[in-house]
Structures are given as C-alpha cells and as structure tokens.
C-alpha cells in the first residue's frame, strides 16, 4: 500500500509498505529530511528505505513478549481475528505514545488530530489479551499504542483517569521487575534524579509497575541507540565519548550529568541490562529542539531478579551495559563528575527498600532482607569506590 510516513500533521515522506508484513519496500519521495526518524536519512532512496524498514520493524512487538505468542492464538480460535505483530502496527498506523510519528494511508487520508493516541481513547481488548484475558464481545478493536510498545516483558498501555498509563509485569516466579523499578524510583528520589515514577499495581493477585507516559503530543523520546548510531564511531574512540560527542553535536544539553547520574543508579541497582534501548532523549517534534535527556526509566532488569536470594553476592562487581563490560568500570568513566552525588541521602534506605519488597510474594521467605541487605552493601560499596 502507499502511504505517508507523518510527523503530527507534517508529511515527511511518500513510501511503499506491505499490507502484510510492514514491510517499507521503496521510499518514492522525501519531503522533509530532517523530520524523518533520526538516522535513517541514507544516501539514496534504496538506502533510506531500508533504514525506515529497520526503524518500523523496531516499533513491532517484538516475538519474545512474554504471553504474546499465546495472545495470537486467542485471538485466532476464540475470536476468530488474525493477529500478528506486523498487522497490529498497520492497525494502529504505527501510532505510538512514545512518538508523533505515524502512517498515513493514501487511499483514505486520516487527521493526526482525530487519531493520535494522546488526545484520542483507544481499546483495552490488545491490552486485554497480552495479559490473558479474553475481551468480551463478538469481535476486536485492535487500534492502541500495545501495538507499538517494545520489550520482553508483559506490558499494555490504559488510560486511568485521563492519563495514559504503563502497567508492566514481571517474569519467572519471583515475579520481581514491577518492586524493582519502585525501589530504583525511591533512590532517584532521594539523589534528586529525574525519572518516571513508578507505583505497584496488583491485577488479579499478581503485581505490575505502573507509570504515566513520560512524553506529550509534541516530544519525541529517541533511543540513545539512534544517538549513538547517528554517525560512525571513529577508531580509537570509546562508546561513552562518542555517545557524548553525539550529543553535544545534536545540541542535546545535560548529557554528562545524567549519564554520571544513570551510572549511579544502575550500580546501586546492579542493573545489568541498561542498554541502548532503555533510555534516550526528549526532542520537541515541531520545532526538533532538543530538550535534554529522558528522564530515568525502565530499571526492572536488575536486584539479581533471576538469582536465588542464596546466590546474591553484592561485594561482587557484575556484568553492565552499556558503555563498559562491568559497574567498576562504568563508574571509572564518571569519576569526574560526580559533584551533585550526596551519599548522606541514601541514609536509611535499607529500611525503605525493605518495606517495599516485603510486599512481594517471592517464594524465598528471606527473599526481601537479603535484597534490602544487598542494598545498603551496595550503598557501601559505592562510598569506598568513590572516595
């Protein structure tokens, strides 16, 4: 089908995309360059196509979502509707809540105004079937921002007294992800971080992290991926300094203080799977100003989630991402810059990290004062480091 990739209410480019697969197969014109998704300008029509194909295929659910393989075959024998995660994205024109970037068909031409997800309702039966419940009704409204949300985890986006909201979910039987991005919000809180709030949730005897959108109708969030990839790294240049340089080029401001603040995080948290898909930028998408960096968010994969509470040994340096293969070394990369660190504030955090995972239900009766114990040694640990 013919359509036109749209940025709000700006045409940005004129392609070709498969009805079935989404698949963008030929861009025939670009309008507006520096409107199209940072990074995927090429040097020729071929070469920008298959950027743009790359990026659409990023905004799909990915098949590792957790239930989503089981949501699919609900969906085809109890309601008779064929899902995938290509027909999902063409359901919603590749709306998301995370971006104002979307798809026009050329056939029937839609109004941002009308559909975009910020400003519009939309269904829960996706939301629904990702969690394992089965929408009531003959058929399915398949039209939401489910459908462009990535990550392993069980997730779906709702509106809750007019807000839209994030509700995600853990894995194995600890079930542990949704307490931990509630601890990492108490620390944030406490080193005057910016990040996403999150709060626990519990649906049907289980628990969730739930959050508000961090973006408005006008901001984009960019990867740091597509920061990072926005240009070559020369040789001899480390990821961190090109990630840095990348942002200074763009014109991104703060860039060095939230990284130093993030690393911190992620080594109290033993966080060992920030990479360059969970945090990023804001940009305003009128103007394409920068606005700064994202504030913190998605710090569910860290606390030894799928160690047994035995097996915790928070002396131990741990594998990180992304810029160094370990936190000892990650936190060498902002030795320099750490002036606005107060570790007087984290005083007392082990009794409010306790009170937090005191609520989960982990199969390990000691579970919950390891980690707390684990927390306040990290705590430690982070004080003989820096000093």
């Known amino acids: 089908m013919k359509c036109t990739l749209m940025h709000r209410e700006l045409p940005v480019a004129a392609l070709g995309v498969n009805d079935i697969s989404g698949t963008v197969y030929r ?207 020369p040789d001899g240049v480390s990821a961190f300094d090109h990630f840095l340089a990348r942002c200074e080029v763009l014109g991104i401001p703060g860039a060095r203080k939230f990284l130093s603040q993030m690393i911190i995080l992620d080594f109290l948290l033993c966080n060992q799977d920030r990479h360059m898909g969970n945090f990023g930028a804001i940009r305003d998408a009128v103007t394409l100003e920068w606005l700064g960096m994202a504030p913190v968010y998605d710090s569910g994969t860290s606390f030894w989630f799928d160690q047994y509470a035995g097996q915790i040994n928070p002396a131990a340096d741990a594998a990180a991402k992304p810029f160094c293969a370990t936190h000892a070394q990650q936190l060498q990369l902002v030795a320099n810059d750490l002036d606005w660190l107060n570790l007087s504030a984290l005083d007392g955090l082990e009794d409010e990290v306790f009170s937090i995972f005191e609520q989960a239900h982990f199969g390990e009766p000691a579970r919950a004062e390891t980690l707390s114990q684990a927390v306040a040694q990290r705590c430690k640990l982070l004080g003989q480091l820096v000093r």
């Open 27 to 233: 861009v025939d014109e670009v309008f507006r360059s520096e409107h199209l998704p940072l990074g995927t300008l090429g040097r020729t029509k071929k070469e920008t196509a298959k950027n743009l194909n790359a990026w659409l295929s990023g905004r799909m659910i990915p098949a590792s979502r957790s239930g989503f393989q089981q949501a699919m075959q609900t969906a085809m024998l109890q309601k008779n509707t064929e899902v995938s995660a290509s027909i999902l994205l063409l359901k919603c024109y590749g709306l998301s809540l995370s971006d104002q970037y979307w798809l026009d068909p050329a056939s029937a031409p839609l109004q941002w105004k009308e559909i975009n997800f910020y400003d519009n309702p939309f269904s829960d039966d996706v939301g629904d079937l990702l969690f394992g419940k089965v929408p009531g009704g003959d058929s399915l409204d398949l039209v939401s921002p489910c459908n462009t949300s990535d990550g392993w985890l069980k997730k779906k986006w709702k509106i809750a007294d007019g807000r839209r909201v994030l509700i995600k979910g853990g894995s194995g039987m600890a079930q542990q992800e949704p307490f931990n991005e509630v601890v990492a919000s108490a620390i944030c809180r406490r080193l005057d971080i910016p990040h996403v709030d999150y709060s626990l949730l519990w649906e049907d005897g289980k628990p969730y992290s739930i959050c508000a959108n961090m973006t408005s109708d006008r901001q984009d969030l960019v990867s740091a991926y597509a920061l990072y990839t926005s240009a070559e790294k």
